[in-house]
């Protein structure tokens, strides 16, 4: 493992370094710029990536709004494949003006899943984490909280070259991982979640989270305090929590296409059903360019570990992830994972290696005033070990058939 995890890093230092002979290093950012620039939380894409957003002026405030949905019909095949009509969906508004010397920015982010995925969860095959009815989640997702932020940031210049980023969110994404899935710039046209979600990125929904971060030219450095548990299967309330768990971040932004981190994280028992806190590492990288018919080839390569202190086991997951514009209106996914899963069965606590072979295809339709629209549809393939071949089939597959709709730039 250690080597492979060696193996990651090099590769990813030596693809940061042999950048395009035109790429120029990262310019640098005035605060209401980098405000601007956030996912979720304070992570980052590259700043190439032409973010799907409307902007408005209201006297001295500067709004922005950003927001996607997917109607997905989802068909799964073996003995714990499942069938499913679903949505899934977030919106995001945010409010930035200047204070003093700085720039401060409110920001919510809200998702009405918790009423258009039933029953608490859809279907994903290997999917595990968080739970339902009172029981762990298997081959399933979990929906978002209807309140996915609420937060508020305060941007301060130090020097010519020195930011810093001061983060409070009752609801919040704290200093740990990639940019989730569903604000990543590489999973714009996939619809479901990653079968690594649980070590890469999902505590970009916690509560209680208190962020410093310092930017200097083109690294930056963040700490985190928050609340360690997984939001409860209540999705429509507020959960709170005392600040129990810590991270910390190492950013590089080498120029406008690039982004990379390392980050880790004591989690304290972020699984309400199991024992244990969890110590969590991810590193990542992401690329952005922007062709000719001015959409983005988006590209993420992503590892997250997990160390479990009360088993004293190491699982891992990697993921490779894509998005092609072969035109403007046409768009070519894919995506790799390989994931360690040890919570499929309820008797047995042995780690299966599972990898997912993901491909995808999305056609925007056409944009209405501020709204584009598209179909699309994926397949997922399965590799899996012979020893839970009983259980999934053989040669398990999954297919989604999908309508989206998103805010657009303006």
């Known amino acids: 493992m250690k080597g492979r995890f060696v193996f ?11 950048q395009e002979p035109n790429s120029k290093p990262e310019p640098e950012l005035a605060p209401s710029m980098y405000l601007m620039s956030l996912a979720s939380g304070t992570s980052l894409n590259p700043l190439a990536w032409p973010m799907p957003m409307l902007m408005q002026r209201k006297a001295s405030w500067t709004l922005m709004f950003m927001g ?24 995001m508004a945010s409010a930035q003006h200047s204070l003093g010397p700085g720039n401060i920015m409110f920001d919510a982010m809200l998702s009405l899943e918790p009423a258009t995925v039933t029953n608490r969860s859809y279907p994903l095959l ?41 983060y409070y969110a009752a609801i919040g994404d704290p200093a740990l991982g990639p940019v989730a899935f569903s604000h990543r710039a590489s999973a714009a046209e996939l619809p479901q979640a990653t079968i690594g979600h649980h070590w890469q990125d999902s505590t970009h929904i916690a509560s209680n989270v208190a962020t410093v971060g310092v930017k200097y030219r083109w690294i930056r450095l963040e700490a985190s305090g928050f609340h360690g548990g997984e939001p409860n299967e209540n999705r429509w309330n507020i959960d709170w929590g005392r600040m129990d768990s810590y991270s910390g971040r190492v950013s590089v932004l080498p120029s406008k296409n690039w982004t990379a981190q390392l980050s880790a994280a ?49 699982t891992n997951a990697w993921l490779l992830e894509t998005v092609f514009p072969a035109t403007g209106k046409d768009f070519l996914t894919g995506r790799f994972e390989v994931a360690d899963k040890d919570e499929l069965f309820p008797d047995q606590h042995d780690a299966f290696r599972v990898k997912a072979f993901t491909g995808g295809y999305t056609r925007d339709l056409a944009t209405k005033s501020n709204l584009e ?31 989206r709709v998103r805010l657009k730039r303006s």
């Open 68 to 91: 996607q949905a997917f109607l997905v019909d989802t068909q799964q095949s073996g003995p714990r494949g499942g069938d499913k009509l679903y949505s899934t969906n977030w919106g």
């Open 373 to 403: 629209t598209g179909i699309g549809a994926n397949v997922t393939g399965y590799m899996i070990p012979s020893a839970i071949q009983p259980a999934y089939g053989a040669h398990p597959w999954s297919v989604n058939v999908y309508f």
């Open 126 to 166: 290997f999917q595990t984490g968080e739970t339902a009815y009172g029981q762990p989640l298997k081959d399933a997702q979990h929906p978002h909280d209807f309140v996915m932020g609420l937060g508020a940031h305060y941007v301060l210049p130090v020097g010519e070259h020195t930011l810093l980023h001061f």
């Open 266 to 314: 004591r989690l304290t028992k972020p699984e309400v059903l199991e024992e244990g806190d969890v110590v969590r590492t991810t590193a990542s990288i992401q690329y952005s360019k922007v062709r000719s018919s001015g959409e983005a080839w988006s590209t993420s390569a992503i590892w997250g570990r997990n160390h479990n202190t009360a088993s004293q086991h190491d």
């Open 8 to 18: 990651a890093v090099v590769l990813s230092a030596s693809a940061l370094c042999a």
